[in-house]
T-cell receptor, first 114, second 113 residues
Framework: NAGVTQTPKFQVLKTGQSMTLQCAQDMNHNSMYWYRQDPGMGLRLIYYSASEGTTDKGEVPNGYNVSRLNKREFSLRLESAAPSQTSVYFC?????????????FGPGTRLTVT | AQSVSQHNHHVILSEAASLELGCNYS??????LFWYVQYPGQHLQLLLKYFSGDPLVKGIKGFEAEFIKSKFSFNLRKPSVQWSDTAEYFC???????????FGTGTRLKVLA
């Protein structure tokens, strides 16, 4: 049981390049989330998916898109990377989002945009 | 706007000292409350959670937290810290019935051996 996995672990992009961050969970969770973590700002929600087939914006969605490919997988895409998107990105999942359940986090992707 | 405040950004303690980290939130209505810990180079792990009932909750590794509804607070405590508690601690709030979890900015704890 791997929990929440993320790929890649590290990535360096040039401004304007695109990439997709992958996230998968094997806990049969319904809800999945993408956060970014920046020094002094904690975790900020980018997008979430309450259940398979649905996605919604979080606090900081601009510059990102997501796809809930199936119940297991939730990807985050940067169409045209900017230096302001340099951050550590965490994926999380929970059994049922709107309920009394905690989130489980992946190991993170450290992204640098030059 | 809904927010979660952690007023202590950096805390340095000696081993065996007592710890209290503050967390205040600005939601109306009923909430679920969490403390997560992030050890250096690792992902976030749940320390403890409060959904309802006894406002004093106990978590892993000797941590506990008290929910004081009138103060909108959920402070984390540990009677005697260890060097291995060096980490960043995040408070998070989820308004019951919603999907969003709002995190505080975190508190970096350094415990000196």
């Amino acid at each position: 049981n791997a929990g929440v996995t993320q790929t890649p672990k590290f990535q360096v992009l040039k401004t304007g390049q695109s990439m997709t961050l992958q996230c998968a969970q094997d806990m049969n969770h319904n809800s999945m989330y993408w956060y970014r973590q920046d020094p002094g700002m904690g975790l900020r929600l980018i997008y979430y998916s309450a259940s398979e087939g649905t996605t919604d914006k979080g606090e900081v969605p601009n510059g990102y898109n997501v796809s809930r490919l199936n119940k297991r997988e939730f990807s985050l895409r940067l169409e045209s990377a900017a230096p302001s998107q340099t951050s550590v990105y965490f994926c999380a999942s929970s059994v049922v989002g709107a309920g009394e359940h905690e989130q489980y986090f992946g190991p993170g992707t450290r992204l640098t945009v030059t | 706007a809904q927010s979660v405040s952690q007023h202590n950004h950096h805390v340095i303690l000696s081993e065996a000292a007592s710890l209290e980290l503050g967390c205040n939130y600005s939601y109306g209505g009923t909430v679920n409350l969490f403390w997560y810990v992030q050890y250096p180079g690792q992902h976030l792990q749940l320390l403890l959670k409060y959904f309802s009932g006894d406002p004093l909750v106990k978590g892993i590794k000797g941590f506990e937290a008290e929910f004081i509804k009138s103060k909108f607070s959920f402070n984390l405590r540990k009677p005697s810290v260890q060097w291995s508690d060096t980490a960043e601690y995040f408070c998070a709030v989820n308004r019951k019935g919603t999907y969003k979890y709002i995190f505080g900015t975190g508190t970096r704890l350094k415990v000196l051996a």
